[in-house]
């Protein structure tokens, strides 16, 4: 599933990933959950994931607190830092993935308010399949249960069933460029 997800995703054309990350941005801020946010967690894209740097940016000139996951290599964990500013705060991290620079000041798990939380594939019950290094599999049962637990992910992401382990948080929501899916518990 991995694969094919991933090369369905690779396959979209530039100017649609643009224009759909652009939707996916704009559906976001649309949340109550989001704006009402203080300190938001956002991964920086990698490769052909949906473009979250106008969500970065929109949360910052909003005055949100953002952080981004940094990963700890010797406990396998991901550090929470704040970026302030996404041209001189990021950098990539020998893996090629941006992260957060090692000057950006670390932010407490308690301090999260919602999550921008990222996958592969989602399906209709919140269940996501991640990139198979479990960071976020550990990382989501640290934050708080009032944590609002958000998906972006394209359409093509959104799969009928995904495997799921008995480590796997769910998200609480899934929102692609033409909908948003409300997973009810």
């Not at 592969?120 to 944590?147: I, K, N, T």
Request: with cysteine.
């Amino acid at each position: 599933m991995r694969q094919s997800v991933r090369a369905e995703r690779d396959a979209l054309p530039a100017d649609a990933r643009a224009a759909a990350s652009a939707s996916i941005v704009s559906r976001m801020l649309e949340r109550a959950d989001f704006a009402a946010a203080k300190t938001v967690l956002v991964t920086l894209p990698f490769r052909n994931e949906w473009d979250t740097r106008a969500l970065v940016r929109a949360a910052l000139e909003a005055g949100k607190r953002v952080a981004a996951p940094r990963v700890d290599d010797a406990t396998r964990m991901l550090d929470l830092r704040a970026i302030s500013d996404p041209q001189r705060d990021v950098g990539p991290s020998p893996q090629g993935i941006p992260e957060p620079l090692s000057h950006c000041p670390p932010i407490a798990r308690d301090a999260i308010d919602f999550v921008v939380v990222p996958g592969l594939a989602f399906d209709r019950e919140g269940h996501r399949l991640g990139y198979g290094g479990g960071f976020y599999d550990r990382l989501l049962p640290l934050l708080s249960p009032r944590v609002a637990r958000v998906a972006g992910a394209f359409d093509l992401q959104v799969v009928p069933q995904v495997p799921v382990g008995p480590n796997d948080v769910p998200v609480q929501a899934i929102v692609t460029e033409s909908r948003e899916l409300s997973v009810r518990r």
